[in-house]
């Protein structure tokens, strides 16, 4: 099961149970156990499943969940914060600084993703302004060298490494010793998969800790090893100091569900998420957003910042004052299209749009994805002026709908296809109707210090109805602030709930 639909049972898990009249306890344990199956399907460990079981039963009190509350929201929440305290292990991983050498180790088993990952982060950090290098102390695979080698040169990042030279360790000291000397901000030190004996791997990794002494070592581990994530995991924490997991191959099959494990095992948080085979499908791990993505709420402020990035600067004082007054058209429809085609990588920018889940935009399919969009916009062209600029659905009759389809070349099922695409992406931007839309880097810092009343403005009315009012969306930060959380997160949070 890929996480897009774990997300999926879970949500329905809950619809079916806010659907029933009362809600005690045979009905609350129906929809645990619905969701307890579909996290087991996603290769959650049972002991994890079993314990999140329990305590979500603790948090939820049946009373809470009499006729008046809002029981989705209640049930979510639970599960959201459930969710969250298991790929948080509450203590961030060492963060390297600009400037100053650090030495990050990589370790994981064979095919996990160990190298490629290792140039993804290197070259993540060379784009923001860093010296990084990567040395290639894998002396047991053959193709090693000659994969690191080449992946750097790509990416113009130094590298260092050996066809002749058989020590591990003695390779890791002289690439770390001549990267400190030119001054490299972050070397990378890749440490071989793959030996006869699981045991020499492991012993090899601890010599090279131990000679290069790494300021973080970092886990590799393929997202798609299933129940075998957590002692996997767990077997490298015990050899070598793990200090943060990068899971791998997000993108196509993975059932996701190792991932909660490895953190569950080596107690590590997770950094970055590695989403396809090129070089810049790495992404910045946040626990909140993602779980918040998991569960099909929509991430606002991934979204936000994605606007911000996906939307050319002249284009987004317009485009977000459009936004705030619900008036989303089609030749908005048709101008955002022609962005994300520009920007790429779609399936990203549509997974953070709150309302929408991976499975609509499924990575892996980008290609059809975009040569949707591209039939899409040959069918808006030819539109006229009136029918771009309106947003009354009505305007579409079926006469305009047979003239656009012979305009365009396209069958009159498509074009009432893109109609509807259109009809779901203005329904849930009219969300966004009455936002006020901070600028560029405001948002973090705005929503971190927000109180509830501030927040209640920004917050649609129809949602701030569904929580309980000013009521219950004060007794909700209050939680949230108990735990750490803020109203960033709630924001996060909140988007799109009410599909
Ligand atoms: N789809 C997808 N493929 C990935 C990702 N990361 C790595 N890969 C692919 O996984 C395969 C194995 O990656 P490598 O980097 O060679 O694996 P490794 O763990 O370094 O293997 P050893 O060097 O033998 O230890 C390659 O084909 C990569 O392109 C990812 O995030 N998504």
């Not at 290098?133 to 750097?152: E, H, I, M, S, Y």
């Not at 791990?285 to 606007?307: A, C, E, N, Q, Y």
Request: hydrophobic share 40%.
């Amino acid at each position: 099961m890929v996480l897009a639909q774990l997300g999926g049972s879970i949500s329905r898990a809950i619809q079916q149970m806010s659907n029933a009249t009362i809600i005690d306890e045979k009905v609350l344990n129906e929809c645990l156990n619905e969701i307890t199956r579909a996290l087991l399907q996603s290769d959650v460990q049972f002991k994890l499943v079993r314990d999140m079981q329990t305590n979500i039963k603790k948090i939820v009190n049946l009373d809470d969940l009499a006729a008046g509350h809002n029981k989705r929201k209640i049930i979510q929440q639970a599960i959201f914060n459930e969710l969250c305290t298991i790929l948080d292990p509450g203590k961030p991983s060492f963060t390297p600084k600009k400037g100053k050498s650090s030495v990050i180790m990589f370790v994981g088993l064979q095919g996990s993703g160990k190298t490629t990952t290792c140039t993804k982060y290197a070259y993540y950090h060379q784009k923001k302004g860093w010296k990084p290098a990567l040395v290639c102390a894998d002396t047991f695979r053959a193709g090693a060298f000659d994969q690191l080698k080449q992946n750097a040169t790509k990416a113009k990042i130094p590298f260092y490494g050996s066809y002749t030279e058989s020590d591990p360790m003695r390779i890791a000291v002289e690439g770390v010793e001549r990267f400190k000397q030119e001054n490299c901000d972050l070397i990378i030190v890749d440490t071989s998969g793959r030996h006869k004996q699981e045991a020499s791997l492991f012993e090899e990794m601890r010599q090279v800790a131990e000679a290069t002494k790494p300021d973080l070592v970092i886990f590799v581990m393929d997202s798609s090893i299933g129940q075998a994530a957590f002692d996997q995991a767990q077997a490298f924490k015990q050899s070598v100091s793990v200090g943060a997991v990068i899971i791998t191959k997000m993108d196509g099959h993975a059932k996701g569900g190792g991932a909660l494990s490895a953190v569950a095992a080596t107690k590590s948080p997770i950094i970055f998420i590695g989403t396809g085979e090129h070089i810049d499908e790495f992404e910045v791990f946040d626990v909140k957003p993602f779980v918040s993505r998991l569960l099909g709420m929509g991430d606002w402020s991934g979204f936000m910042d994605k606007i911000h990035e996906v939307v050319p600067m002249d284009q987004q004082p317009e485009l977000l004052q459009k936004l705030s007054e619900g008036n989303f058209t089609l030749r908005i429809m048709y101008e955002q299209f022609q962005n994300i085609l520009k920007m790429g990588p779609i399936g990203q920018v549509f997974s953070m749009l709150p309302g929408f889940s991976a499975e609509l935009m499924p990575k892996g399919h980008e290609k059809e994805s975009q040569a949707k969009l591209k039939r899409y916009m040959t069918i808006m062209d030819s539109m006229t002026n009136e029918e771009l600029d309106n947003s009354n659905p009505k305007l579409m009759t079926e006469s305009r709908i047979i003239r656009i389809a012979r305009g365009s070349g396209r069958p009159p099922r498509e074009v009432m296809d893109m109609l509807e695409e259109y009809k779901r992406l203005a329904k849930v931007w009219s969300k966004m109707k009455g936002l006020k839309i901070p600028k560029k880097g405001e948002m973090s810092a705005l929503s971190r210090n927000m109180n509830a009343q501030q927040m209640s403005k920004v917050l649609p009315q129809q949602m701030l109805k569904q929580i309980g009012g000013m009521g219950g969306l004060q007794g909700l930060m209050k939680q949230m602030g108990s735990m750490g959380g803020s109203a960033k997160d709630m924001m996060g949070m909140f988007g799109g709930v009410d599909k």
